[in-house]
């Protein structure tokens, strides 16, 4: 059977006479990629009459319809010039038999004066485990403008995060909205990718009297990573040290290097490789670089205080592309231990473990090197490891449309994780 993963634009608006591209992506899959591809009209019977597929076309189209499937990049594009009002209705972009395979609906209305047109769909591709850059377009830069991510559902587009603060609860520790210097765009940076983050999303702005500026993307998460599930949090102990690794792709080439502490849906760089370091761990904070040609950099953080505990990032920039991985710090009063959430045996945080010694070779973005108690000197202990790095996707295509009448709406749940919460992937 064909995957179940097919995405592509819920509304199109196209101008009487003229033409609209719409696009369907799916996972590259064998199955996807050599079953027939279709694109049909919902009749008042309910059923989908075929307008063009992979191999026919229907004769009231002949000349004003085409569709081009392109397999290694899971996507395919139809195009409908020529547009008449009697176009207007619903429509499905599909994979295998036309009324009961794969597919997705779309609603396409033709106007006399059309004026609305939406920007390109983005299509990334990210890495279970690893993370993805999405780089949202410039809307208005007035003071009431709110940045939003959200996915689309069947009828509502769920709120993820928002420039106000808000984060949703399975995505705590995980997304930051960072915006740009002043022409009102701003990034997504979201990491920890899980199977279920796939989907149709819309990034923008929304003021305060309606008005909203939306650029569709489509996030595709490979399911067959070369990243390996790994522990994502720190035991240290009250007035102790900790040391762990952040690692990159060493073949890579990165402006800068750092950590930051990951807090309502920012991140607040704590120090970098050019020298900052954030006036408040001046002195017990400090970054060192690995051995040459190994792809990372450790991270000391001394005396430690109650007040460290929660999420960190390790982070590196490169042009648009940010690869991130996150981190969370639980502090103890006494001697503690550093556990992976995947096994119910804990690993004390002076023995080093033996899996430490395979994992330099993977491309991850942070390492775990384990805890040093209080009053020992500060070293790094190899302890295991965190989380994997992928590069952002490309940007696919083009779909003229109108723009989208779903809006972000938030569900409930926006407190943090306790620290006795289980970690579950």
């Known amino acids: 059977p064909v995957s179940s993963s097919l995405y592509g634009s819920r509304f199109l608006v196209g ?29 008042a019977n309910r059923l989908c009459y075929t307008i063009i597929s992979s191999s ?37 972009c599909g994979i295998g038999s036309t ?36 780089l949202c377009p410039s809307g208005d830069t007035h003071s009431d403008q709110k940045r939003f991510w959200c996915k689309v559902g069947r009828s509502s587009c769920a709120l993820i995060a928002s420039s106000d603060g808000f984060v949703g609860r399975r995505y705590q520790g995980r997304i930051v909205l960072t915006p740009q210097e ?22 923008g702005t929304q003021g305060l009297r309606g008005q909203d500026s939306q650029q569709e ?14 522990p994502k949090f720190l035991s240290g102990t009250l007035g102790g040290s900790l040391s762990f690794q952040c690692h990159h792709d060493p073949r890579g080439s990165y402006e800068k290097k750092y950590l930051c502490r990951w807090e309502r849906g920012s991140c607040q760089l704590l120090l970098d490789d ?14 060192s670089s690995g051995p040459p040609g190994h792809g990372g950099h450790t991270v000391l953080l001394g005396q430690l205080r109650q007040e460290d505990e929660g999420w960190y990032w390790c982070g590196a920039r490169r042009g648009n592309t940010e690869l991130t991985a996150p981190l969370r710090l639980l502090i103890h009063k006494e001697t503690c231990s550093s556990r992976d959430p995947g096994t119910a045996t804990a690993v004390r945080a002076t023995a080093p473990s033996p899996a430490a010694h395979s994992t330099a070779r993977h491309r991850s973005m942070a390492d775990v090197m384990g805890t040093v108690p209080r009053g020992t000197t500060m070293g790094a202990v190899t302890q295991g490891t965190t989380m994997g790095t992928v ?15 779903l809006l972000p709406t938030a569900t409930p749940g926006t407190s943090a994780t306790s620290p006795g919460e289980t970690f579950q992937e």
């Open 15 to 43: 101008a009487l006479g003229g033409s609209i591209t719409h696009q369907c992506f799916y996972s590259t899959t064998p199955a996807n990629k050599y079953e027939r591809k279709y694109w049909c009209k919902i009749a």
């Open 56 to 92: 026919f076309t229907s004769s009231q189209y002949q000349g004003r319809v085409a569709l081009e499937d392109v397999p290694q990049n899971g996507t395919f594009t139809v195009t409908m010039t020529g547009l008449r009002s009697s176009d207007s209705g619903t429509y499905r």
């Open 99 to 134: 009324n009961e395979g794969l597919y997705v609906s779309l609603n396409l209305t033709v106007l006399a004066d059309a004026t609305r047109v939406s920007k390109p769909t983005q299509l990334i591709r990210g890495e279970l485990h690893g993370s993805v850059t999405v």
């Open 182 to 203: 002043s022409s009102g765009a701003f990034k997504v940076l979201m990491n920890d990718l899980k199977k279920e983050d796939s989907g149709l999303y819309l990034c």
């Open 217 to 230: 993307v489509v996030l595709q998460v490979a399911t067959a990573p070369t990243l390996p599930r790994r």
């Open 274 to 287: 050019e020298g900052f370091v954030l006036e408040s761990y001046r002195g017990r904070l400090r970054m």
């Open 391 to 405: 590069t952002q996707g490309t940007t696919m295509g083009t779909v003229t449309q109108g723009s989208s009448s």
